[in-house]
C-alpha cells in the first residue's frame, strides 16, 4: 500500500490544476481500493460549507454544485470531529442527509477522513460501496494517511491556482490577498522583483486565457526565434564538438517541428491555456516519459527536452524577468525571495525598496530583525507562492498583519494609500518628540539604547536620540566577506562604530554564527544548527578566531574607552572563564605591543547574554564573573518554547508574549537586581510598544532595540505611567496564552490613544 500511496501522491503533486488534480485523485483512489464511489469535498469558510469538488462514483452534474453545510451531514460530522468516520450503513446513521442530486441511493458502506493542514480542515475524502460492510482497518489507515499527504498538495494547488486561473486582461479578477507571517510592522507598495530570476518550466504556473489566436501566434513566433538561436548555436561549435554533441541540436531542431510538440501545444491553448502553460504541461509529460524509461540514454533525453523548452518559455514571455539591478531608480521595488539575507539587503539598500517578502523563514528569522532594522515592512513565510507569481507584479504588502496583496485594483491601492499616509501621519507625531528626554508621565526614567552592525547605510543609526549601543552584530561583516576579516580589517570596522558614539557606552557582541547566519567561506550542516556549534561554542573550539576579533576590539578602543565586550550563547559558567581566560590573554599580549608607544591599554567591562534557559538558574554564579547582563529574547523564547523560529509549520508557536516567556523574564531581572547586576533587553521585544511597557514594569530600565523602532518606544513611555504599566503587568501575567496577552496590551494601547502603533494608520 506505501507503494500504491506515494504513487497517488506523485501523479497529483504534478497536476497544476487543482480541478483535475483532484479528479485524478478520485480515480486513482477508487481504482487502487476497488471500491464503488471517492469523491472530494473542499471548505469554503466565507460560505461555511463543503463543496463537492471531485468525484468518481457520485453524479459529476453534481460537481461544483452540492453544498454541504458545515454543521450538516456525515461530511459535515466529521469536519466538526475532525477525525475519521466509518460506518457499516450510512443512510441508517442519525446524521445522515440525503442529497438527490449526488444519486448515492445505492450506496451503503461509507468511509470518510478530514484533510487537514496546520489544524486547519481543508477539506474531507470519502469511499462509499454498495454492499454494507466495515472498511478495513488497513482501508481506513490508508485513507487516513493519503488525507494527511495530500492536504500540502491541495494548499498548494489553491493558492496557485487563485492566482493564475484568470486572463492578465482582467486586473480585478487577478487580485489575491495571500496570507504569510507578520515580518516588520509597516505598509509597503511597490513591484515584485526577484534577484537573479530566471525563466523555466518548473516556476511557471498555469494560466487561463481566451485569447487563443494571440497565444497561438505567441507560441508560434517564440518557436521561430528559438529555431534561430538553435541554429545560431549549432553553427558556433561546428567542427569544435564531437558528431555525437552536435547531434544534440538536430533533436533540438526536430522538437521544434509543428509536428513534434507544436500539435499538442496548439491544442491546449485551444483548450483554454495561454502558450506559456500549454507548453508546461506537454513538455512536462514528454520529461516524465523520458525519465521513467529503461534506457539511460533516452532518460538523458528528459534534460535536453527540458532545456529547450525553458529557451521557448523566455521567447513567449518576450524577455528573462528583470533583476532589481535593472529597476528604474524612479521606481518603488518590493524585494521578493526565496530567503533574504543580508548580503542581498545590502546589495540592494540603496534602491527604493518599500517591502520585503522572503518565502521561507518566520518573524523572527534574522531576515525579518534586518528589515527591522532597516525600518522595512516585510511579511515572511509564504511558502504556498511562487515566485513567478510575485515577480513584476504590483504588490501591496501588511507588515502588520502578514498580508500580501498581488495585483490590486485601483480602488484597493487608493484605499492602501490613505493608510500609508496614516501611517507616516504617525511618524510625524513621533518624530515631535524625539528631542524630549525617556521618561515616564510618572518621572520614571527608561534608558533606550540601539541595536547595530549591519552597515551605516542600511541601519541608518542615529545615536542623537540613544544613550549607546547595546548590540553591535560582529558577524555581519564576516558574513559579507569572503574569508574571515583580518584584525586590522576588524580593528577598523570596530574604531569607526566606537568614534561615532564617544561618550557612550558600545556593547560588542563575540562572533554570533551558526543557525540561521551562516558564514559562506565557513558551512556548518547540522541536522539542528539552532541546537549546535553557534556562539561562544564554535569561537572556543577556534581560539585563533576569538583572539583575533578580541585584540581588533582591544585595539579599537584604544584612546576612546568605550567598548563592552558581550559573549553570546552561554550554556555554563565555565564557557565564561574560558573566554575571559583568552580575553586576558589578548589584553596582555595588545598591551606589550603598545607599550612602547606609551600606551596605557584598559580592559573593558565583560557581560553575557542570557538566552540560554540553562543560564536562569545559574545567575548567582555568573554574578559573580560578570560586569552586566544582556537578555536576547529571541533565542531565549525559541529554547524556552523548543520552537525553531525559522520553521514555518511550528513559528506560530513562538511568541515572546508566552506566559512561560514573560514569567522567565521577570525571574531574571528580579535575579539581576538581588546580585546587583546591571541589566539590559536586546532582543525584538523591546523595540515593541507592549514588550517595552511589560519589560519596564518588570524593573528593566536598559532596553535595546533598532534604530528604527527607537523613538517610537520613547513616545510610548513618555506616554504611559510607571504605575499603570505595573497594573497592565499584574493583569498580563494571569493570562493563559500569548493571545490573551496580547488582547490585554492591545486594549490597554487602544484605550490611551496609542492604537496606531499595532495597527495601520491613528
Keep these: 500500500?506505501?507503494?500504491?500511496?506515494?504513487?497517488?501522491?506523485?501523479e497529483v503533486s504534478k497536476i497544476p490544476?487543482?480541478?483535475?488534480?483532484?479528479a485524478h485523485l478520485t480515480s486513482s483512489l477508487k481504482q487502487s481500493l476497488g471500491v464503488d464511489s471517492s469523491s472530494v469535498y473542499l471548505a469554503d469558510y466565507e460560505k461555511q460549507h463543503f463543496l463537492l469538488m471531485a468525484t468518481d462514483g457520485l453524479d459529476n452534474t453534481a460537481v461544483g454544485k452540492v453544498a454541504i453545510g458545515f454543521s450538516e451531514g456525515l461530511i459535515g460530522l466529521i469536519g466538526q470531529r475532525?477525525?475519521?468516520?466509518?460506518?457499516?450503513?450510512?443512510?441508517?446513521?442519525?446524521?445522515?442527509?440525503?442529497?438527490?442530486?449526488v444519486k448515492e441511493e445505492k450506496y451503503h458502506a461509507f468511509l470518510g477522513a478530514p484533510i487537514i493542514h496546520q489544524r486547519k480542515v481543508l477539506g474531507v475524502l470519502t469511499l462509499q460501496q454498495k454492499k454494507k460492510r466495515r472498511f478495513s482497518e488497513d482501508e481506513e489507515a490508508f485513507l487516513v494517511t493519503l488525507a494527511t499527504q495530500i492536504a500540502l498538495e491541495i494548499v498548494h494547488a489553491e493558492t496557485r491556482g487563485?492566482?493564475?486561473?484568470?486572463d492578465d486582461n482582467n486586473r480585478n479578477k487577478w487580485q489575491r490577498k495571500i496570507s504569510g507571517v507578520p515580518g516588520s510592522a509597516g505598509l509597503g507598495m511597490g513591484i515584485g522583483f526577484v534577484p537573479d530570476f530566471k525563466v523555466s518550466l518548473g516556476s511557471q504556473v498555469a494560466k487561463r486565457s481566451v485569447e487563443k489566436d494571440k497565444e497561438i501566434s505567441r507560441y508560434r513566433a517564440a518557436v521561430g526565434v528559438t529555431r534561430g538561436q538553435v541554429d545560431e548555436l549549432s553553427q558556433r561549435v561546428a567542427g569544435q564538438v564531437p558528431e555525437d554533441v552536435q547531434a544534440i541540436f538536430q533533436i533540438?531542431?526536430?522538437?521544434?517541428?509543428?509536428?513534434?510538440?507544436?500539435?499538442?501545444?496548439?491544442?491546449r491553448i485551444r483548450e483554454g491555456w495561454d502558450a506559456a502553460s500549454s507548453l508546461k504541461f506537454v513538455v512536462e509529460n514528454y520529461i516524465q516519459q523520458f525519465r521513467s524509461m529503461s534506457d539511460p540514454y533516452m532518460q538523458e533525453r528528459a534534460v535536453d527536452i527540458e532545456d529547450l523548452s525553458n529557451r521557448i518559455l523566455a521567447n513567449i514571455l518576450g524577455t528573462e524577468s528583470p533583476s532589481l539591478r535593472q529597476i528604474d531608480k524612479d521606481k518603488d521595488a518590493i524585494l521578493v525571495a526565496e530567503e533574504v539575507t543580508a548580503t542581498m539587503l545590502a546589495e540592494y539598500s540603496t534602491l527604493q525598496l518599500r517591502g520585503i517578502i522572503s518565502v521561507r523563514g518566520s518573524n523572527n528569522s534574522h531576515a525579518a530583525i534586518l528589515a527591522r532594522a532597516m525600518g522595512l515592512p516585510a511579511v515572511m513565510g509564504l511558502s504556498d507562492a511562487p515566485l513567478s507569481l510575485l515577480d513584476g507584479k504590483e504588490l501591496l504588502i501588511d507588515g502588520y498583519s502578514g498580508e500580501v496583496i498581488v495585483s490590486p485594483s485601483k480602488s484597493v491601492c487608493k484605499e492602501f494609500t490613505q493608510l500609508v499616509i496614516e501611517e507616516q501621519q504617525l511618524s510625524d507625531l513621533v518624530l515631535e518628540q524625539a528631542h524630549l528626554p525617556c521618561v515616564t508621565q510618572d518621572s520614571h526614567p527608561m534608558g533606550l539604547f540601539i541595536n547595530a552592525g549591519l552597515s551605516a547605510e542600511m541601519e541608518n543609526t542615529n545615536f542623537t536620540h540613544s544613550e549607546g549601543v547595546g548590540l553591535y552584530r560582529t558577524e555581519v561583516p564576516f558574513m559579507l566577506r569572503e574569508r574571515f576579516p583580518s584584525e586590522h580589517e576588524q580593528m577598523q570596522l570596530y574604531r569607526q562604530m566606537l568614534e561615532s558614539a564617544p561618550d557612550k557606552p558600545i556593547t560588542m557582541r563575540t562572533l554570533d554564527v551558526g543557525g540561521d547566519k551562516p558564514l559562506p567561506y565557513f558551512p556548518i550542516n547540522e541536522e539542528n544548527p539552532f541546537l549546535g556549534w553557534r556562539g561562544v561554542r564554535l569561537t572556543l573550539d577556534h581560539p585563533e578566531i576569538f583572539l583575533v576579533q578580541i585584540r581588533a576590539m582591544l585595539r579599537a578602543n584604544i584612546g576612546i574607552g568605550n567598548l563592552h565586550i558581550m559573549l553570546p550563547m552561554i550554556t555554563t559558567v565555565t564557557e565564561v572563564s574560558e573566554c575571559q581566560r583568552l580575553i586576558r590573554q589578548a589584553f596582555h599580549?595588545?598591551?606589550?605591543?603598545?607599550?612602547?608607544?606609551?600606551?596605557?591599554?584598559?580592559?573593558?567591562?565583560?557581560g553575557v547574554m542570557l538566552e540560554v534557559p540553562a543560564v536562569l538558574y545559574q545567575i548567582p554564579q555568573l554574578a559573580e564573573k560578570v560586569d552586566f547582563f544582556s537578555v536576547g529574547s529571541n533565542d531565549l523564547t525559541q529554547y524556552l518554547l523548543a520552537v525553531d523560529r525559522n520553521n514555518a509549520r511550528v513559528s506560530g508557536l513562538y511568541d515572546s508574549y508566552h506566559p512561560a516567556v514573560l514569567c522567565a523574564?521577570?525571574?531574571?531581572?528580579?535575579?539581576?537586581?538581588q546580585y546587583r547586576v546591571p541589566i539590559t533587553v536586546c532582543g525584538e521585544m523591546a523595540g515593541e510598544p507592549g514588550g517595552a511597557i511589560l519589560l519596564m514594569a518588570m524593573g528593566y530600565t536598559k532596553l535595546s532595540m533598532n534604530s528604527h523602532n527607537l523613538l517610537k518606544v520613547k513616545w510610548v513611555i513618555r506616554s504611559v505611567t510607571l504605575a499603570q504599566s505595573k497594573l497592565l503587568l499584574k493583569t498580563v501575567l494571569t493570562c493563559e496564552t500569548p493571545a490573551q496577552v496580547k488582547e490585554e496590551l492591545n486594549f490597554y494601547l487602544e484605550s490611551i490613544g496609542l492604537g496606531g502603533l499595532v495597527r495601520a494608520g491613528i
Excluded: C, W
Design 1 to 10: 500500500m506505501l507503494t500504491t500511496l506515494k504513487r497517488i501522491v506523485q
Design 17 to 22: 490544476i487543482l480541478e483535475e488534480a483532484l
Design 82 to 101: 475532525e477525525e475519521p468516520l466509518n460506518i457499516v450503513d450510512a443512510q441508517a446513521h442519525p446524521r445522515f442527509k440525503h442529497y438527490p442530486e
Design 162 to 166: 487563485f492566482l493564475s486561473f484568470v
Design 252 to 267: 533540438y531542431s526536430h522538437l521544434l517541428d509543428a509536428n513534434s510538440l507544436g500539435h499538442e501545444v496548439e491544442a
Design 589 to 606: 599580549e595588545v598591551s606589550e605591543e603598545v607599550r612602547d608607544d606609551g600606551i596605557l591599554l584598559e580592559m573593558p567591562k565583560i
Design 665 to 673: 523574564l521577570r525571574t531574571i531581572v528580579e535575579q539581576a537586581d
